[in-house]
């Protein structure tokens, strides 16, 4: 892992075996609550109104920052699908680490695109079945 | 003083002192119920809201629903930017609306050069997460 990016310096390694959960729906963010996906892969999980819906991260993911920035508590459950090692940041971490480096500001923005364009989708399909 | 300049100087300028240069290269302004964004086009423009509101809203059917209702301050059109795709969303003006209006290249020079601006983007992608979470929930 000797080719890892100079910007991870600002936060710290976390290697997870498969099926490690990392965060539940309702939990308080941590100190070091924003991650980044070096190998492997992680699950998010939203469940809403009873029924779950995906999301797949793979490498250059970031993950976690929502609630921090909306000033919420976790809005989804988070396990890993693999074995997988991330990094993870407090805010001023990852601020830092985002300033220094494009590439993670521009991966950090397009996952949170991802995620709303999923959930405005589900919505869309909840409105067409009549369910708002 | 080219584009570029501008692009860099409104960069690095607060939100509450943004040149009246910048705003008279890239102002524009929507009068009430006229469409900013429309859905499946390939436009690339990206918007700040200056004043005003906006209604981003999705076709169901044969009607559209409401998703959001975003404000100044407020960045629009920049899903289509960073995730490859056409328009997901029909954005109409509720009221008058003045904005700023970007192309797909001096966004990307705003985005890679000021922090602020991509702090300002998390800040609001993730507000509209959590509006629609909660409001799936």
Not at chain 1, 38 to 48: D, K, Q
Not at chain 2, 47 to 62: A, H, I, K, P, S
Not at chain 2, 109 to 127: E, F, G, H
């Amino acid at each position: 892992m000797d080719t890892l990016p100079r910007w991870l310096q600002y936060g710290d390694q976390v290697s997870l075996p498969s099926r490690a959960d990392l965060y539940a729906t309702g939990d308080a963010p941590g100190d070091r609550p924003i991650f980044y996906v070096v190998a492997g892969m992680v699950r998010l999980e939203f469940t809403l109104s009873g029924s779950r819906v995906p999301l797949y991260l793979v490498p250059d993911s970031v993950f976690g920052l929502v609630e921090v920035l909306a000033e919420c508590s976790r809005l989804c459950r988070v396990l890993t699908t693999e074995r997988t090692i991330l990094y993870r940041w407090d805010l001023e971490g990852f601020l830092t680490a985002a300033g220094v480096s494009w590439e993670l500001a521009l991966n950090a923005t397009t996952c949170l695109t991802r995620e709303l364009r999923i959930l405005n989708a589900e919505f869309a399909d909840r409105v067409a079945a009549g369910a708002h | 003083m080219d584009a570029y300049d501008d692009i860099m100087k409104l960069a690095f300028q607060a939100e509450e002192a943004i040149d009246a240069s910048v705003v008279e290269k890239f102002g524009k302004r929507f009068r009430d119920k006229q469409v900013i964004i429309r859905e499946g086009d390939i436009q690339q423009k990206i918007f700040w809201v200056l004043e005003g509101e906006v209604y981003v809203t999705q076709r169901m059917g044969d009607r559209y629903k409401v998703l959001a209702t975003l404000g100044k301050g407020e960045i629009i059109g920049e899903m289509s930017f960073f995730d490859k795709s056409v328009r997901s969303a029909t954005v109409i003006a509720k009221g008058d609306v003045h904005v700023l209006e970007f192309s797909r290249e001096n966004f990307a020079d705003i985005y890679a050069a000021s922090p602020q601006w991509t702090r300002r983007l998390l800040v609001s992608l993730s507000k509209r997460i959590r509006g629609m979470v909660e409001k799936l929930s």
